[in-house]
């Protein structure tokens, strides 16, 4: 089933999106005329473009996007400790847990 994306607008503003069948943008207006965004203030409903989302503005005529991507800047992937570090955390917690400490270890390892 083919869907559009309709942005539900107050004051120019993407408040919220909703996804309605690709040929049923008419229902979409009828809500808005019915009221079933009054809560949130929406005036108007439009087909989102691909690519927009809640907060960008729309002006009657022209999308804008709150926080356009920047062409150029490579998103970068969030820094993640190596997996050594992570097994060594999660080994430590794990000790934690169980209520193992330093010194049992150093002990259960001479007494063999």
Known sequence: MDTINVAIISNGVVIDVAVFKADDFSTAQEFLKQGVWDA???DEVQILPEGFNIGDKFDGENWTMQNPPREGV???PPKVPPISHQVAEL????????GVN???QNLSSTAG
């Open 91 to 98: 080994n430590h917690l794990m000790d934690t847990i169980l």
């Open 40 to 42: 949130c203030n929406a």
């Open 74 to 76: 490579p998103m970068l």
């Open 102 to 104: 330093e010194n049992d």
